[in-house]
Nanobody, 125 residues
Framework: VQLQASGGGPVQAGGSLRLSCTAS????????MGWFRQAPGKEREFVAP????????SYADSVKGRFAISRDTAKNTVFLQMNVLKPEDTAVYYC???????????????????WGQGTLVTVSS
């Protein structure tokens, strides 16, 4: 599975961006796609995953209420709508996919086998 992420760029604090990630194929019936991010000098951290089969989602506490993940199953695409952006949201955002995850693993980057190239989001104050 190849993943193509897009939508990053510069934005001022309080602004919005929408990221997209398209999978080349839906190899797994129960595929989970997720967003992670990595700021300079920091470890990759969980943002939000979504089940392509039933739309179940979850969010990191740091983005809850500001970010929303959604899916277009016909296009094997997931979106991350990011609102009320803060400078601390600045990071490279990566999408990931896997077809064999149990729910307790959705937030763990090491559990995902397939990764996109990343898209940079820069939030200025």
């Amino acid at each position: 599975v190849q993943l193509q992420a897009s939508g990053g760029g510069p934005v001022q604090a309080g602004g919005s961006l929408r990221l997209s990630c398209t999978a080349s194929e839906r190899t797994f019936r129960r595929m989970i796609m997720g967003w992670f991010r990595q700021a300079p000098g920091k470890e990759r951290e969980f943002v939000a995953p979504i089940s392509l089969s039933d739309g179940t989602t979850s969010y990191a506490d740091s983005v809850k209420g500001r970010f929303a993940i959604s899916r277009d199953t016909a296009k094997n695409t997931v979106f991350l709508q990011m609102n009320v952006l803060k400078p601390e949201d600045t990071a490279v955002y990566y999408c990931a996919a896997d077809g064999t995850l149990i729910r307790s693993s959705w937030s763990k980057s090491t559990a995902y086998d397939h990764w996109g190239q990343g898209t940079l989001v820069t939030v200025s104050s």
